[in-house]
């Protein structure tokens, strides 16, 4: 496994810990220089989608993953966490439909995180 699978690997088992849904890796690098691969998940409450960025951080941090940016506030609905070649999305479950980013990166390879 590779630096950027292992940083997908440990931000899916960070999700799933606090129960995120749809937990998906779009493999972006074939298709964009943004980055190489986007996570993105789903959270039924604001309170659930705060413990999915906090399980996130503190995963990424303790294995000394660090932390470029963050973007958005879980009262809007989504959050981003930009760690350079991963960037992870973090949503309720009204704005992953709202953005639809599974849709506008249709062309990247698609793994589900179970």
Request: glycine share 8%; hydrophobic share 40%.
């Amino acid at each position: 496994m590779n630096k950027e699978e292992n940083m997908v690997k440990c931000i899916g088992d960070a999700i799933l810990d606090r129960k995120g849904t749809d937990v998906v890796s779009l493999h972006v690098g074939s298709v964009s220089t943004m980055a190489d691969y986007f996570v993105l998940a789903s959270a039924s409450s604001k309170p659930q989608l705060d413990a999915l960025i906090d399980s996130v951080e503190e995963a990424m941090k303790n294995n000394e993953y660090e932390l470029r940016s963050r973007e958005g506030r879980s009262t809007g609905g989504w959050v981003l966490l930009d760690y350079g070649s991963v960037i992870v999305h973090l949503f309720s479950n009204e704005m992953r439909e709202f953005y639809n980013l599974d849709g506008t990166w249709r062309d990247a390879e698609k793994t589900v995180i179970q």
